[in-house]
T-cell receptor, first 112, second 110 residues
Framework: DSGVTQTPKHLITATGQRVTLRCSPR?????VYWYQQSLDQGLQFLIQ???????AKGNILERFSAQQFPDLHSELNLSSLELGDSALYFC???????????FGQGTRLTVV | TQLLEQSPQFLSIQEGENLTVYCNSS?????LQWYRQEPGEGPVLLVT?????EVKKLKRLTFQFGDARKDSSLHITAAQPGDTGLYLC??????????FGAGTTVTVRA
């Protein structure tokens, strides 16, 4: 158990819909990262927050957004969903603003 | 296009054999990490290397960071079935984005 909690574990939704994925980092970790993992693209960095502020951005689509709240939990919002958005979405946390090291178990999103 | 190229893509060996996985790039990284991921789980950090030429040992696992900080290798001695999994290397870039390789799927047969 990494100490990073992600909910829900599985999510099935229709195209065009909007979903929110939630992440609770390890206790004391200020940095939260979001990654997308698909079979054809591998693990792709989406975005990083550090102590409530956006720190780095990767290949995140404009339809996707994230935020980190004062209690340090984070949410990833995915809207206007397409079939190609089906993937595993991972959250990771670390105590510093350096590369994230501790991953949650992921949310498997299936868009039908 | 992956910034980090891992080879081989698949590796199947018998218990007790040794194996090496490679991670190569044309970019220089500030740090390099190795993870192991099992089906349905998130990647688990094995090691972080930050200094060119650095060698780290973790029981039967030996990690090496290239002198120019562009490549790395993971060597497993006397592999066991419990070593089975997807091994991922990840390079830390200046603004802390982690770039992952596509991974090497290792299967150790009992």
């Amino acid at each position: 158990d990494s100490g990073v909690t992600q909910t829900p574990k599985h999510l099935i939704t229709a195209t065009g819909q909007r979903v929110t994925l939630r992440c609770s980092p390890r206790s004391g970790d200020l940095s939260v990262y979001w990654y997308q993992q698909s079979l054809d693209q591998g693990l792709q960095f989406l975005i990083q927050y550090y102590n409530g502020e956006e720190r780095a951005k990767g290949n995140i689509l404009e339809r996707f957004s994230a935020q980190q709240f004062p209690d340090l939990h984070s949410e990833l919002n995915l809207s206007s969903l397409e079939l190609g958005d089906s993937a595993l979405y991972f959250c990771a946390s670390s105590p510093t603003s350096g590369p994230g090291a501790f991953f949650g178990q992921g949310t498997r999103l299936t868009v039908v | 296009t992956q910034l980090l190229e891992q080879s081989p893509q698949f590796l199947s060996i018998q218990e007790g054999e040794n194996l090496t996985v490679y991670c190569n790039s044309s970019s220089v990284f500030s740090s390099l990490q190795w993870y192991r991921q099992e089906p349905g789980e998130g990647p688990v950090l094995l090691v972080t290397v930050v200094t060119g030429g650095e060698v780290k040992k973790l029981k039967r696992l030996t990690f090496q960071f290239g002198d120019a900080r562009k490549d790395s290798s993971l060597h497993i001695t006397a592999a066991q079935p419990g070593d089975t999994g997807l091994y991922l290397c990840a390079g830390g870039l200046g603004d802390y984005k982690l770039s992952f390789g596509a991974g090497t799927t290792v299967t150790v047969r009992a």
